[in-house]
């Protein structure tokens, strides 16, 4: 039985909702924070230890074994070193303090975003991924899509008279969003499921699936007011990008700067959807769908202003 899970990167905006989902289904939780993070949440079976597992794993042999890991660790820049300290090498010493103490289910949430890589953290996650599958220990991948979070960046622009961006002629890619909340309780449940042993569980909301002409549409309806787009060639980011890569031999900065607009590329043209090889493109009716919360819901929220300080500011650029 599963009775004390560790929670890894829990400081992280994913991490904080699995830990409340967990203490709300009775574990026992140890929260994995960086080091000198805030952290306000108290609970009876809450244990917070401080630590960087991009530095050493040393700080959780001094607490009690626990009986499952779920890692929510993720690079949160893209930029190639941190990518490789945190999706690789963190993960990788997490998955040894794992094995020492023969825990019962190793959970990794990972991304969707892995089907194709051409980034650099895409590449560590799917390296150390690797390693997991090769472990010994029974091994969960979760692979969810879009969060709301990342769909929400532009409404302080709309508020303000300003247009919305898209890419293209806004229907390049496609998501189905899962809420923060609906996500974690996805992620528990994966922790006493037997069919999720051994499985890549890709995941998303409810949907149908939205493309960012759609989210323009949707935020009208609920802004009570016209829309207009701005229309940017996805193509920039990587004209951008090569310009910037010959100088990223000498700079470690610029190099990361070149990676990041590589990124912008990637999500400006690539759905966070399955990839079907069968039809080789992305395929809404092969994205299972979790939990009940909408986008349209999440838009409303954050519009009256309830939910500002918990995401807090995301802009698109």
């Not at 991009?54 to 660790?73: G, H, K, R, Y």
């Not at 103490?101 to 650099?120: E, N």
């Not at 899962?178 to 999720?196: G, K, N, P, R, Y």
């Amino acid at each position: 039985m599963i009775h004390r899970v560790l929670v890894a990167g829990a400081s992280g905006y994913i991490g904080r909702h699995v830990v409340g989902a967990l203490l709300q289904q009775g574990y026992g939780v140890v929260a994995q924070l960086r080091a000198g993070a805030t952290w306000t949440l108290t609970h009876p079976k809450l244990e917070c230890v401080y630590g960087e597992l991009t530095a050493s794993e040393q700080f959780l042999w001094d607490i009690e074994p626990c009986d499952a890991v779920i890692s929510c660790l993720a690079s949160r820049s893209g930029g190639v070193r941190d990518a490789r300290l945190v999706e690789y090498e963190a993960n990788n010493r997490l998955l040894a303090v794992a094995s020492q103490w023969r825990v019962q289910r190793f959970l990794l949430l990972s991304a969707i975003c892995v089907q194709k890589p051409r980034l650099a953290f895409q590449r560590e996650k799917l390296r150390f991924e690797a390693k997991l599958r090769g472990s010994t220990l029974p091994w969960t991948i979760i692979r969810p899509t879009a969060f709301f979070k990342s769909l929400s960046g532009q409404i302080a622009r709309l508020q303000q008279g300003k247009p919305f961006f898209i890419f293209g002629n806004g229907t390049l890619t496609a998501c189905k969003p899962i809420a923060e909340e609906d996500l974690a309780s996805f992620i528990v449940e994966q922790l006493t499921s037997a069919a999720a042993i051994g499985a890549i569980l890709p995941i998303g909301g409810p949907g149908p699936a939205i493309t960012p002409v759609g989210q323009a549409q949707l935020l009208g309806q609920i802004l009570q007011q016209p829309i207009k787009t701005r229309s940017l060639p996805p193509r920039l980011f990587l004209i951008a990008a090569a310009v910037l890569s010959p100088f990223g031999l000498l700079s470690s900065r610029v190099r990361d700067q070149a990676e990041f607009l590589r990124i912008a590329h990637f999500y400006a043209t690539e759905s966070m959807l399955v990839w079907s090889e069968d039809s080789g493109a992305y395929s809404e009716a092969l994205t299972p769908e979790s939990g009940s919360k909408t986008l349209g819901e999440c838009y409303q929220r954050i519009i009256q202003g309830d939910l500002v300080s918990e995401l807090g500011e995301h802009k698109l650029f």
